[in-house]
């Protein structure tokens, strides 16, 4: 048995995959904590799971500092290639100062086996290595570690302010430690991500999607009485409320009172009117509501993406911005949908979009191709596995520094 | 960069009819319609094209220019602040000094 700690970033689809991933390690006998500067994260854990909440001896001033960085991401529009310098500048870098040594405190607390470190959590990452735990890092979005071979000075910028802040933290070194060159754990197929091959402790694992705990309440029976096609309209939880709203404007005038069931995942105040044909809930169960839909428009977040295609839904996806504009060009170059720009497009783009991939076989059969190749990754499991082998393999490492010492 | 002389003018705007043309094939005609493409526009915030639009605008260039220009080359040496401000003119001086 061993110790897992998880570092989170606040951010929902950062954070989903590890909840199922974490089940998976504690059904397997392991003891997991997350550390996560979110106390609401508590509910969402699976049984046994612990928080290790990072808290600071805090005066007000720190207590909203904390408030302000759980919803930094949705307080500023950014579109394109302006979002990944917002990104980096504005949240990822302050957000890994800040949480450093909360993370540092909880893991000499928790002294786990092995540290779990997202990918835009370096924080987690240099912590680890200065304290010698071994660490794994969670790529929940990989479209962010492929280097787009037209623009690497993307890349390349990306990397200089992961190493500028690891300097600052005591990590000396023009190495960024944001991938574990022990294990990096890239929740997709090889067929979904593309070609680019990756160096060997990169491992596809596939979307981790099972075993999550739904807290939504769901009007089931008003679902089921829905007729079909039923589409899912979801454009996840990243985006200011002026963005939805102009949005959720164009949803409602391409689908409303159509033949086309909509569920829409959004705060129902920002319509102005329900068509009758729609369903709008602030949460759904997105993982029991996918079998019965027959597609899905949204963003191009890599997990509600994911989970469209491990159940061969087509989609439409309209990014907005990060690294969703490269989701949505994988989701269009393996045919499993179509993609349309999230400024210009108008209610009847939308509507001839979702229309065409319901009608045209090819872009279901295209996504089932992808299904296939996350069912083949082993999911959850080849992730626990490869855990475990990292445990075991720095297990005699340990004993003997453990011996060592004394 | 250089600007366009005067002399060169016609190559200029034969230059930026091309860049136009990719650009309305990148995005599709009907929102080109709407929209007011100058040299001067950035494909960033002007234009609203994402990385992807941007790639996909550059192969056009690159496959109209062939071994003229190493155009691939030009963009990839850019910087993060200088692909946010790339506009037209950039690519039709750069286009014009390459030949």
Known sequence: MAKFAIIVPPLTGHINPTLSLGSELLDRGHEVGWISLDPALQDKLPAGGQLLLIRYDSS?????????????????????????????EEVLVPLNRYMYAGIR?????????VAIADHQMFAGAVAARQLNIPYATSVTAPAAIKVMQE??????????????????????????????????????????????????????????????KVAATFDWQ???????????VSIGTTFDHEHKRQFFAKVAEAFGDTELSVVVVSDPELFDTVPSNFMIQQRVPQLELL??????????????????????????????????????GRVVRVGAGLRLNFNRFKAHHLKDAVLQVLAEDHFRNAANLIRTSFEATGGVKTAAAHLETLFTRNAPVLAAATTAAY | MDTVTTGNQAAATAIFDLLK???????????????????????????????????????????????????????????????????????????????
């Open chain 1, 60 to 88: 007000d001033a720190e207590k909203q500092e904390t408030e302000a960085y759980l919803d930094i991401i949705t307080r500023k529009s950014v579109y394109g290639i302006d979002s990944i310098k917002f990104l980096y």
């Open chain 2, 21 to 99: 043309q990719f650009i309305t094939e990148v995005i599709g005609e009907e929102f080109v319609e709407e929209m007011d493409i100058q040299p001067s526009s950035s494909f960033t915030r002007d234009l609203e094209m994402d990385s992807i639009e941007i790639v996909a605008f550059s192969e056009k260039v690159k496959a109209h220019f062939g071994e003229h220009i190493d155009f691939t080359g030009w963009l990839s040496g850019m910087d993060l602040d200088q692909l946010i401000n790339l506009n037209l003119n950039d690519i039709i001086n750069y286009i014009s000094v390459c030949r």
């Open chain 1, 291 to 328: 079998p019965q839909l027959q597609a899905v428009v949204c963003h191009g977040g890599h997990n509600t993406v994911c989970e469209s295609l491990s159940h061969g839904l087509p989609m439409v996806v309209i990014p907005i911005a990060y690294d969703q504009s490269h989701v949505a």
């Open chain 1, 105 to 113: 405190e909880q893991l000499l607390q928790f002294a786990p086996n």
């Open chain 1, 222 to 232: 008003a679902f089921q009485q829905m007729p079909q096609p039923r589409i899912l």
């Open chain 1, 151 to 212: 623009l690497p000075k993307v890349h390349e910028w990306e990397q200089q302010q992961i190493v500028a802040l690891q300097k600052e933290l005591g990590w000396p070194g023009e190495q960024s430690l944001d991938c574990s060159d022990a294990l990096t754990l890239v929740f997709t197929s090889q067929l979904f991500f593309g070609e680019m091959a990756l160096p060997d402790p990169f491992r596809f694992v596939g979307p981790v999607i099972a075993n999550r």
